[in-house]
């Protein structure tokens, strides 16, 4: 499982497990987020998004980590990404 431009040694998500994919597809909680290869994007536990297949899943323990890797938040669950980590906050 690659991400476009990635190399393996390059990706420091890990692949889902079944257990864990079992948790996405009940939406249940588990730790970290996770990184979805073939759309790009991080979801987080619980999002109401399509279920994407395992074989296009990794897990990060944190949004930032997958948004160092190059995916994105996702636009239905903000992907577990705050103001802060996202680098998008701003002062007035």
Known sequence: MKR?????AEITGAEITAAEYQDLLQRAAFA????????GIVCRAGCPARAPFARNVLVY????A????????CKRCGGGVTAASSGNSRSV
């Not at 970290?32 to 759309?39: H, I, K, R």
């Not at 323990?61 to 930032?64: D, F, L, S, V």
């Not at 997958?66 to 938040?73: H, I, N, V």
């Open 66 to 73: 997958a948004l160092a890797e190059g995916f994105r938040p």
């Open 4 to 8: 476009a431009g990635l190399t393996g």
């Open 61 to 64: 323990p944190t949004a930032a």
């Open 32 to 39: 970290g987020v996770y990184g979805v290869v073939s759309t």
